[in-house]
């Protein structure tokens, strides 16, 4: 069955520094999604991504967020600067045009300290 | 969207029938009842979705109210690996890329 590849699994980084997460969506998909959860808290939608370009954003995805899809199967999440409360666990989706439901990849846990 | 309304927890027994509901007094015309769930902290898993008429695929079954106020999610035998969070989504259609939005879902928790 195919599936959404998010890595790493895991990255540990200092606060101030930059990372880049790293998805590949499921190759015939045309919507792209990140999403997060902080610790015991709900699942957060930070924006979708279709033909090349941000659909939405939620007011979490502020100036230190971007996305890309630079190759046409990676879909990257970009943090500038993080800072302390941006550890959680990072979701990447997919979808395509039916009716069917995203696919979540397994997530990216970022801890800034 | 439409909001939805969930218990925060449930218990079923193991190979029984788990019965999730939902309601969603306030949903529209052209908005579908979906159902996704999360195990442990994994990304959320998509199970099922349904406009107006039951549905069935091999994970679980959907019955929406002829007024279509409340659903009912059934996973007709229930085993160990069935413990998660089950969330009820209510959102127009697919083909756009809509956001989903999480509420607290129910913690279903099959016993042995």
């Known amino acids: 069955e195919p599936e959404v590849t998010q890595t790493p699994s895991h990255q540990v980084t200092q606060m101030g520094q930059e990372v880049i997460l790293r998805c590949v969506p499921i190759?015939?998909?045309?919507?792209f999604y990140w999403y997060r959860q902080i610790l015991g808290q709900k699942v957060e939608f930070l924006v979708s991504?279709?033909?090349?370009?941000?659909?939405?954003k939620s007011e979490i995805f502020d100036d230190q967020f971007s996305v890309e899809r630079p190759d046409g199967s990676n879909f990257t999440l970009k943090i500038r600067s993080t800072k302390l409360e941006d550890s959680a666990m990072y979701f990447c989706?997919?979808?395509?045009?039916?009716?069917?439901?995203?696919?979540f990849g397994s997530g990216t846990r970022l801890t800034v300290v | 969207d439409a909001k939805t309304t969930q218990p925060p927890s449930m218990d079923c027994a193991e190979g029984r029938a788990a019965n999730l509901p939902c309601n969603h007094s306030?949903?529209?015309?052209?908005?579908?009842v979906y159902w996704y769930r999360q195990i442990h902290s994994q990304g959320p898993q998509y199970i099922i979705h349904?406009?107006?008429n039951n549905e069935t695929n091999e994970m679980a079954s959907l019955i929406i109210t002829e007024d279509r106020k409340s659903s009912t999610l059934i996973l007709p035998h229930a085993t160990l690996r069935d413990t998660a969070v089950y969330y009820c989504?209510?959102?127009?259609?697919?083909?756009?890329?809509?956001?989903?939005?999480f509420g607290s879902g129910t913690q279903l928790t099959v016993l042995p």
């Open positions: 989706a997919s979808s395509d045009w039916g009716d069917y439901g995203y696919t």
């Open positions: 190759s015939n998909h045309l919507y």
């Open positions: 991504f279709y033909n090349n370009e941000i659909s939405e």
């Open positions: 306030t949903i529209s015309g052209n908005e579908y």
């Open positions: 349904g406009l107006k």
């Open positions: 989504i209510v959102r127009a259609r697919a083909g756009s890329a809509r956001q989903l939005t």
